[in-house]
């Protein structure tokens, strides 16, 4: 049963700070599943903190209101994190669920060194035989098409790093749904499913809430 529905839910108090209440706010349009918070004073008029506060506090930081507790809190969190904005998502039904989206990766930026300057400059200075300029121009290539067109291969990257024509400028961490293939193999950008073919972050999917959980959100 699809119906919509929209309530404030007062889960309890900042264990830190007593006098900051915390309002959940949900709101069910009958497809998208929207959950949102604020930290305030008792009557609103003072927002310390709203939006997905769930990134930031945890069940165990709430002081529970009547009729709560951190177990309470704690599975409405665990609900807020799995299904709210439920038609954004970016997979497949088989990529949510059996894919590590939040991974973090190690990706580097690779940059040229002073030997590949000094080769560019003997080369544009014609102080090369002609056999050593065939050779860098194919070495030139691949430094180029590394650090400026960022196709990456593990073993050109290892290549260029050998001969020195190449180094870490600096390595970033990144989600795993940021990334693809290309940048690291465990990114799952662009990746297809195995099951469906679908390309990972081609648009937005529609998974449908269950109705226990929009039960359970209409009358917690």
């Not at 177990?71 to 039904?93: P, Q, S, V, Y």
């Not at 989206?101 to 014609?126: C, F, H, S, V």
């Not at 449908?208 to 359970?216: K, M, R």
Request: proline share 4%.
């Amino acid at each position: 049963m699809n119906t919509p529905f929209k309530r404030t839910i007062e889960i309890g108090t900042m264990k830190d700070k007593p006098n900051q209440y915390v309002f959940i706010d949900i709101v069910f349009d009958g497809k998208q599943l929207s959950i949102a918070g604020d930290v305030s004073s008792a009557n609103k008029k003072s927002i310390y903190q709203c939006g997905q506060i769930n990134m930031s506090i945890k069940p165990e930081d709430i002081e529970p209101a009547d009729d709560w507790n951190t177990l309470k809190i704690t599975r409405l969190f665990n609900i807020w994190n799995r299904w709210h904005l439920n038609d954004m998502r970016a997979g497949c039904e088989h990529q949510e669920r059996n894919w590590d989206k939040y991974k973090e990766l190690q990706i580097p930026t690779y940059t040229w060194t002073n030997e590949y300057y000094n080769a560019r400059k003997r080369a544009a200075d014609g102080k090369m035989s002609m056999g050593e300029y065939q050779t860098f121009r194919t070495i030139s290539q691949k430094v180029i098409d590394l650090t400026i067109n960022d196709n990456r291969n593990d073993e050109i990257i290892k290549l260029l790093t050998d001969a020195k024509m190449i180094r870490v400028e600096k390595i970033e961490t990144k989600i795993a749904n940021w990334v693809t293939q290309n940048e690291h193999p465990e990114g799952i950008l662009s990746k297809p499913c195995e099951i469906c073919g679908y390309k990972y972050g081609t648009k937005w999917n529609l998974e449908e809430v269950p109705e226990e959980v929009l039960e359970y959100l209409r009358t917690v």
